[in-house]
């Protein structure tokens, strides 16, 4: 399947799950450091799973708002979406991403919240990167 690009970055890392990230344009840069329960230090770095979240949570909201704006209707500002990300080694080998996305749609009937959630989850570019490799369970709180 082609993507018509409209916007690319690139950001690079050094040093693996202890080192350093950031954006190409420097306007980026966080240090990492590897989790306790992943055998590591737990410093006070953030890691490729908080990352992922944090951008998966932006971006799922942000299809929300697109696919909602299709419908000529608004995603309240009050709306959060919450990633959860574990990481884990695989039966198959190799580790793996469990991920469930909380959504809050306060003020829209239940119905409507998880309508909006699946067509959104239809079209986030993150959710379309995951398909049929991790489930991604959908959760409207």
Known sequence: MSVDVKYRTKASAT????????????????????????????????????????GYAACFLGAM??????????????????????????????????ITLDVSVPGLPRDQAQALVQKAHQVCPYSNATRNNIDVKLNVV
């Open 65 to 98: 708002k697109f696919v909602a704006s299709q419908d000529k209707q608004k995603v309240p500002d009050d709306a959060k979406v919450s990633a959860n990300v574990g990481i884990g080694p695989r039966s198959e080998g190799g580790f793996g991403l469990e």
């Open 15 to 54: 040093g693996g799950r202890d080192g350093r990230a950031a954006t190409e344009d420097g306007a980026f840069q966080v240090s990492l450091s590897t989790p306790k329960e992943l055998g590591g230090g737990g410093g006070q770095g953030n890691n490729p799973e908080q990352l992922f979240a944090a």
